[in-house]
């Protein structure tokens, strides 16, 4: 079956600008995770949903980042007036259920490049 | 929180070798830990995970230990290959938080 899939694969915008990153997980997955990662470091974890409801923003860097997962299956990661501090990897992983030991499945990523 | 270190950064082995990577965390109340494989342009894959009530865990050619008392766990792989080149992350975490992965480990297999 389809596994997680993150559009766009690249996007490049400029200092200030709106950014939209959106992630479609496997379906039937409950919980779904954004990670952020920086070039030479592993991923970090931003924020979670259960469902439709965010269970964990507490890795989301400030309140300029955003995510929303309305109908509880896709989701959409949210940046206003981007930095170039913001240039990274934004994964996308996605669980049958919550928990550290529920296999977490990851897309491609979305590589944000801010000028 | 949670911290997560890793050992080497970089690590070049012969084709047939075996390569060990290894982790520390900081948090006594973790209790699984993954190790995920990233390929170049791909999102991280779970190759192999262990829970604290095991020592160890093998999977093939790759094998995870875990020390709690030490709060370390190591990952081997034995008769490397050249498709094992790839970028590994440890992680460490339990039922309350998420994971905190490690910094990465770049393995190269030399034909």
């Known amino acids: 079956g389809a596994g997680v899939s993150q559009t766009p694969s690249n996007k490049v915008t400029e200092k200030g600008k709106y950014v939209e990153l959106r992630c479609d997980p496997i379906?039937?997955?409950?919980?779904l995770y954004w990670y952020r990662q920086s070039l030479g470091q592993g991923p970090e974890f931003l924020i979670y949903?259960?469902?439709?409801?965010?269970?964990?923003d507490s890795g989301l860097p400030n309140d300029r980042f955003f995510a929303v997962r309305p109908e509880g299956s896709v989701s959409t990661l949210k940046i206003q007036r981007t930095e170039r501090g913001d240039s990274a990897v934004y994964l996308c992983?996605?669980?049958?259920?919550?928990?550290?030991?529920?296999?977490?499945?990851f897309g491609p990523g979305t590589r944000l490049t801010v000028l | 929180g949670e911290n997560v270190e890793q050992h080497p950064s970089t690590l070049s082995v012969q084709e047939g070798d075996s390569a060990v990577i290894k982790c520390t965390y900081s948090?006594?109340?973790?209790?699984?830990f993954p190790w995920y494989k990233q390929e170049l342009g791909k999102g991280p894959q779970l190759i192999i995970d262990?829970?604290?009530?095991?020592g160890e865990k093998k999977d093939q050619r790759i094998a995870v230990t875990l020390n709690k008392t030490a709060k370390h766990f190591s990952l081997h792989i034995t008769e490397t290959q050249p498709e094992d080149s790839a970028v590994y992350f440890c992680?460490?975490?339990?039922?309350?938080?998420?994971?905190?992965f490690g910094p990465g480990t770049r393995l190269s297999v030399l034909p």
């Open positions: 949903f259960q469902g439709t409801g965010a269970a964990d």
């Open positions: 992983a996605s669980s049958l259920l919550w928990g550290p030991d529920n296999e977490q499945f």
């Open positions: 379906s039937g997955h409950t919980a």
């Open positions: 262990i829970r604290s009530n095991v």
């Open positions: 948090d006594s109340a973790s209790n699984y």
């Open positions: 992680a460490a975490g339990n039922y309350g938080q998420n994971f905190v």
